[in-house]
C-alpha cells in the first residue's frame, strides 16, 4: 500500500474527482480528514462502508469554500487531533460558464474566492501541521482550461490559472522543508460537474480531438493524485501533469 501510516486531507469528497480520491487513498493505506460542503447522511453511510473494507479512520469535516470562516474553523479543528499531516489534495472548486462580456466581476470574485482565496487560505492553516514534520506533499487539483482557456470559461479559466503559478511558487518556498508541491490538470472527466456545465455538443467535439477518443473517468485523475502523493514521485515537484487523454 502507497500510503501505509500517513495522513492525508482531501477537499471535495462526497463526488466526483474527490470521492474517487478518497476511495483510492483509503485503499491504500492512508488515514483521512474528508472535507465536504454539508456533512449528510448519504456522506456518512459512504465513509462507513470506505473505513469497513479497507480497515482505516475516516474524519468527515465540513469545509465551505465559500465562508472564509468556515474555512478557518475547518483547519482549525483538523489541527485540534493534533495528527501530524502528510498529505493535502485540493480539490474541491466551482465553475461557471458564460462568455468574457457576460461575466460580471462579482462573478470572478466569487469564483476566485472559492478556487484560489479560500484554498490558499485553507493550506496555510494545514501547513502549520505538515511543516513540523519538514515531509509531505501538497497537490492542487486545477484544470486543463487553466492551461488552454476554454471559451465561455474566463473565470474558471482564471481561477485555476491562479492556482496553478501558487503552486509553483510554493514548491520553491517548501522545497527546503521536503515538501512537494505539484497540480493535477484533469480535461473533460466524467462528473456531474462536467454533465451539468458542459452541453453535449461541446463535449463531443472535445472527444473528437481527443487522442484516447473519451473522457477521463474520475479514478483516472485519482490516479495520478495518488501517484504525485506516494515515494514513487520524491522528486517531481512545481510540476504540472495534465490527466486529458491527448487533448
Do not use: H, W
Not at 6 to 27: M, P, W, Y
Not at 124 to 138: E, Y
Not at 197 to 202: G, L, M, R, S, Y
Amino acid at each position: 500500500m502507497l500510503l501505509a501510516g500517513k495522513i492525508a486531507v482531501i477537499t471535495g469528497c462526497n463526488r466526483g474527482i474527490g470521492k474517487a480520491i478518497l476511495e483510492k487513498f483509503s485503499e491504500n493505506g492512508a488515514n483521512i480528514f474528508a472535507c465536504v460542503r454539508k456533512i449528510d447522511d448519504d456522506f456518512l453511510s459512504l465513509i462507513k462502508k470506505i473505513q469497513k473494507e479497507n480497515n482505516n479512520e475516516i474524519f468527515p469535516i465540513e469545509l465551505d469554500l465559500s465562508d472564509k470562516e468556515n474555512v478557518k474553523e475547518a483547519g482549525k479543528k483538523i489541527l485540534s487531533y493534533e495528527k501530524d499531516i502528510d498529505i493535502l489534495i485540493n480539490n474541491a472548486g466551482s465553475i461557471s460558464t458564460s462568455l468574457f462580456q457576460m461575466t460580471s466581476v462579482d462573478k470572478y470574485k466569487e469564483l476566485f474566492e472559492i478556487n484560489f482565496y479560500s484554498q490558499i487560505l485553507f493550506t496555510q492553516t494545514i501547513l502549520k501541521s505538515i511543516m513540523k514534520t519538514k515531509r509531505g506533499n501538497i497537490v492542487f487539483i486545477s484544470s486543463s482550461s487553466g492551461i488552454d482557456g476554454n471559451e465561455g470559461r474566463s473565470a474558471y479559466s482564471s481561477s485555476k490559472a491562479a492556482i496553478i503559478a501558487q503552486s509553483k511558487v510554493l514548491s520553491r518556498e517548501l522545497g527546503r522543508y521536503n515538501i512537494k508541491v505539484n497540480t493535477v490538470a484533469p480535461g473533460l472527466t466524467n462528473t456531474d460537474m462536467m454533465k451539468k456545465n458542459t452541453p453535449d455538443k461541446i463535449i463531443n467535439e472535445v472527444v473528437s480531438q481527443i487522442s484516447l477518443n473519451r473522457v477521463g473517468e474520475p479514478n483516472e485523475i485519482a490516479n495520478v493524485a495518488l501517484f504525485l502523493s506516494s515515494s514513487l514521485s520524491d522528486y517531481i515537484t512545481g510540476q504540472v501533469i495534465r490527466v486529458d487523454g491527448g487533448m
